[in-house]
């Protein structure tokens, strides 16, 4: 049984919306993040979040994106406003990172199952 499952994600056209959900089972994580990959390429970190609500994202994203997590339902987001097509990727969902978890280095103890967003110029 999968341990963080996501939600989220399709298709839009550039400088729309969308919010990915990731849900997840047992104890509490202390820290969450977002990573997204494209095909050929390594995984890059996206946002990441430390309880309670200690905040890190990448440069590509600052201003666009914002990270958030609901504790009481075992639950983290990410809302992406002002999509560009360079935002086009699998994103993931990681639970357990580093001890430097705000350095957004795409390890983690558990992974979602990745979900597409495409952004179409």
């Known amino acids: 049984q999968r341990h963080l499952v996501q939600s989220g994600g399709g298709s839009v056209q550039a400088g729309g919306s969308l919010r990915l959900s990731c849900s997840y089972s047992g104890s509490t994580h202390k820290t969450l993040g977002w990573y997204r990959q494209v095909p050929g390429k390594e995984r890059e970190g996206v946002a990441a979040?430390?309880?309670?609500?200690?905040?890190s994202y990448a440069d590509s994203v600052k201003g666009r994106f914002t990270i958030s997590r609901d504790d009481s339902k075992k639950s983290l987001y990410l809302q992406m406003d002002v999509l560009k097509p360079e935002d086009t990727a699998m994103y993931y969902c990681?639970?357990?990172?580093?001890?430097?978890?705000?350095?957004?280095?795409?390890?983690?103890?558990?992974w979602g199952q990745g979900t597409q967003v495409t952004v179409s110029s």
């Open positions: 979040i430390a309880d309670p609500s200690s905040t």
């Open positions: 990681a639970a357990d990172l580093p001890a430097r978890w705000w350095e957004l280095q795409p390890m983690a103890g558990y």
